[in-house]
């Protein structure tokens, strides 16, 4: 349903694209299809049926790694076939030493013109903050690209769609800053939920771009109010939302009205938590914000003269943090009534599964990761490392390719771009950052910047506080059938080929006009593509690509496509066929 309601020929504005979808899937079904009833994965005590972790096929592989990295590639799903279970697979994720972006701009960064390098000279960042600004785009890009903790940085690219914070807003002029809070996404990503939270609220980017950063006690005197803005999002879009939900992710009623989780004048007592904080400069004024690395980068500090130690009753005033309290007492009291809200759960857990799995989970698959945030088996709540196993090993999972009514999510724009340059192994280029006409630091970088960055999604660069897009949102055909497809926010009504297949086709514009240096390595497919092996070429590009769900019109069409420009140069013709497998609807429906 969502790929023929969709995207039969309406979304995907590429000219060369002359075919809808339909027919049958050339790629290898599941032999295990055994469906499980609600309850809590891993309780020997269940009555559920076991579910088999082990890697069937090369497609599921590739469907599996599409979900859990930045994009497959043919040697990871040799590596995941050959190790046989996710189990075995995850578990060396788990154990991968994290790549950290503040330490990849420090080692990469070379100064050129008489600069210093910036490891040494770390207060250049704001000296130089323009021009950093894309040395973050580049420490992101390579690491998502070539990292080897691929799992742990795809979770932490989910939970900056959730905690967000932007290059767009008061953060513009502050990169390091937003690449350290970054790096708070990458540590705790396997962590606890609560700690996660907790590193979050005291990371002066946030701090800055919620307005809650040097955020004083109110004074009657002359009728001022602690800042709001941190006290309402904290709850409305990193913890419990907006109404009480069920463990399945549906809404609690009363009187067949869904339940609001807090008011207004809960926002007011909350923000009276959030007080006391400013950056780790040694004041609390306003002149002094964001003054150097340091305070940019670390934990903001408590000035209890600024706190407001008075009583705080929040969440409907169920829940009270007494008089007296110091300002990190009261935050983390605060935050951790947040934790232990019932709603925290399934709130996450269905962001979470959005983000990685599917748009539309069922109330199954949602109550099993919301079970599991909730108690890990080991009696702890809000561990991260069991809720992601819990969502990519679920079986709706690794089997709901096989109900395409509801199943799967639209690529992110982003995501076809990391999926490009790492399933034809991209290579990098020298670059020198430059601010203006200065040249300040060299490095190899893919240096895709300045195209608009697919729609305008690049890293830690939404709009709003509200994410690129909705968790929620779909267009009219699918909300009128209770669907989601929030990453067609980001599509427009002419799709997103302009950069795609710019960056695809080598397009000698796009390329010069940005500098970009990312080179595809595509010999394999010219080698096919010389010898005319067409089936070869589309066998390989629909294991990597599409993960064996290349639809037989859609093959048929790219087929007939290559035989009729057959006298095209060998690279060109890969690459057009390139172009026309990842603007088919096949591809931009992850399943």
Known sequence: MLKKIILHGVLLGLSLFMFGCGGSSTGNTQTETQPVAGGDPGNDTNTTVSVSHKVTSQQEASSFLSRATFGATEEEIA????????????????????????????????????????????????????????????????????????????????????????????????????????????????????????????????????????????????????????????????????????????????????????????????????????????????????????????????????????????????????????????????????????????????????????????????????????????????????????????????????????????????????????????KNGEHTLQQGDTKLYRYQSFNFNGTGMMKQEGPLEALTVFNYFSPDDAPSVLKKQGLAAPELELYGKEGIDDVLMGLITKNGFVYRLYNITAELQLDTEKALVHEKKYDALLDRLDLVLTAGDLSADTRKAIKKYMQEHATLDDEKLVRYTIGLVMTSPDYALQQ
């Not at 907790?198 to 002359?222: C, E, F, I, W």
Request: charged fraction near 25%; glycine fraction near 8%.
């Open 79 to 426: 590596s995941l076939v050959k190790a046989g279970d996710y189990d075995t697979w995850l578990d060396a994720q788990f154990a991968k030493t994290p790549s950290y972006h503040v330490a990849w701009a420090h080692s990469h960064a070379k100064g050129v013109n008489g600069i210093a390098d910036l490891n040494s000279s770390r207060e250049d960042w704001k000296k130089y903050s323009d021009g950093l600004g894309v040395l973050q785009r580049d420490a992101w890009w390579d690491i998502a690209v070539n990292g080897e903790d691929q799992l742990r940085q795809r979770v932490a690219f989910a939970l900056s769609e959730i905690l967000v914070i932007s290059r767009n807003g008061p953060l513009l002029t502050f990169p390091d800053a937003r690449i350290s809070y970054y790096d708070v996404l990458v540590k705790d990503a396997f962590g606890n939920f609560e700690t996660l939270l907790q590193d979050v609220t005291y990371h002066p980017a946030m701090g800055r771009y919620l307005s809650y950063l040097g955020n004083a006690k109110g004074d009657p005197k002359v009728g001022s109010h602690p800042d709001e803005n941190y006290a309402r999002e904290v709850m409305q879009l990193f913890t419990i939302g907006l109404y009480e939900l069920n463990m399945d992710g549906s809404k609690k009623t009363k009187k067949g009205k869904p339940i609001p989780t807090y008011t207004q004048a809960d926002i007011r007592q909350m923000a009276k938590v959030f007080t006391g904080l400013s950056d780790d400069n040694g004041q609390f004024e306003a002149e002094a914000y964001f003054n150097s690395f340091h305070a940019r980068t670390a934990p903001m500090a408590a000035f209890e003269s600024e706190h407001d130690s008075s009583e705080k009753k929040i969440l409907h005033g169920q829940k009270v943090i007494a008089a007296g309290g110091d300002t990190k007492t009261d935050i983390n009291a605060a935050l951790h009534i947040l934790f232990m809200h019932p709603n925290v759960a399934p709130f996450i857990s269905k962001q979470l599964i959005q983000r990685l799995v599917t748009s539309n989970p069922s109330p199954e698959y949602m109550e099993r990761v919301s079970k599991v945030f909730a108690d890990n088996g080991k009696g702890v709540r809000g561990d991260l490392k069991a809720v992601v196993k819990a969502i990519l090993l679920d079986d709706e999972a690794l089997r709901g390719k096989h109900d395409p009514d509801t199943f799967g999510k639209f690529r992110e724009p982003l995501l076809y771009v990391s999926h490009l340059f790492r399933a034809f192994h991209a």
